[in-house]
């Protein structure tokens, strides 16, 4: 798991509520110490700094996925997490022969992996970009490394790479790019369609926006080394 940056101005606003909670716990905590008399020096009061945490762990965790942040619009940032089974074209060989890949993306409200997998290769994402406060579909860029499995091909190698996609506003359809690095300079397209065991998406922002335009010379999806 790694930090990843979005485009929501959200986290520095809660995260002074939770700091002003927090001094409020403490107070309550204190004073209902104090009315019970319980003095002892192996129970002091809870420290402001524990409490915060402890919000914190929580909301980061599992709070901030809750619905009811969402229709207050406190949490605007995407619950992307799930497990998608598609396929990739590359231009490795001309696109003739799509190769069967099992996408996962794990997310908490401050971190996230994205990790791929394919017969030959496994990419894992070290770096996040989430763009959705003005868009309709939520648009992923990252770079990731690609390792190569051992009864890979010889001609194949661990490599760096880039890539972006698109997760359908409902939640059940992702397609992208990708574009990797020195060694391979291969480039394609990724289609996946979400597990139906998965939970729906959970969409920040109106429904009524517009989907943002992804740039024609946006990096490529490179997560498969091919």
């Known amino acids: ?20 909670l927090s001094i409020a716990i403490a107070l309550l905590l204190q004073k209902i110490l104090g009315i019970a008399q319980i003095n002892y020096w192996w129970l002091p009061a809870p ?45 490795h060989d001309n696109h003739t022969e799509p190769i069967e890949a099992e996408l996962r993306i794990i997310q ?10 394919t017969n030959q290769s496994f990419s894992k994402s070290y770096s996040a970009h989430i763009i959705s406060a003005h868009t309709k579909d939520v648009i992923i860029y990252y770079l990731y490394l690609n390792q ?13 790479g880039t890539s972006f996609f698109n ?20 480039q394609g397209s990724i289609e996946f369609v979400r597990n139906t065991s998965d939970s729906q998406l959970l969409m920040a922002g109106d429904s009524t926006q517009k989907t943002a335009t992804v740039p024609n010379n946006s990096p490529n999806n490179s997560m498969v080394v091919l």
Request: aromatic residues 12%; without cysteine.
């Open 1 to 20: 798991m790694h930090q990843y940056s979005i485009d929501t101005r959200e986290r520095p606003r809660i995260t002074a509520l939770l700091v002003l």
């Open 47 to 91: 420290s402001l700094m524990a409490i915060f945490w402890t919000l914190y762990f929580l909301f980061s965790n599992y709070l901030w996925k809750f619905k009811i942040f969402k229709s207050i619009h406190l949490v605007k940032t995407p619950d992307i997490n799930g497990n998608y089974k598609g396929s990739i074209s590359t231009t």
């Open 108 to 117: 908490t409200w401050t971190t996230l992996e994205i990790v791929l997998k």
């Open 148 to 160: 190569p499995k051992i009864r890979a091909p010889e001609t194949m190698n661990i490599h760096h």
């Open 167 to 186: 997760i359908s506003s409902d939640g059940k359809n992702l397609t992208g790019e990708y574009y990797s690095g020195r060694g391979r300079s291969n």
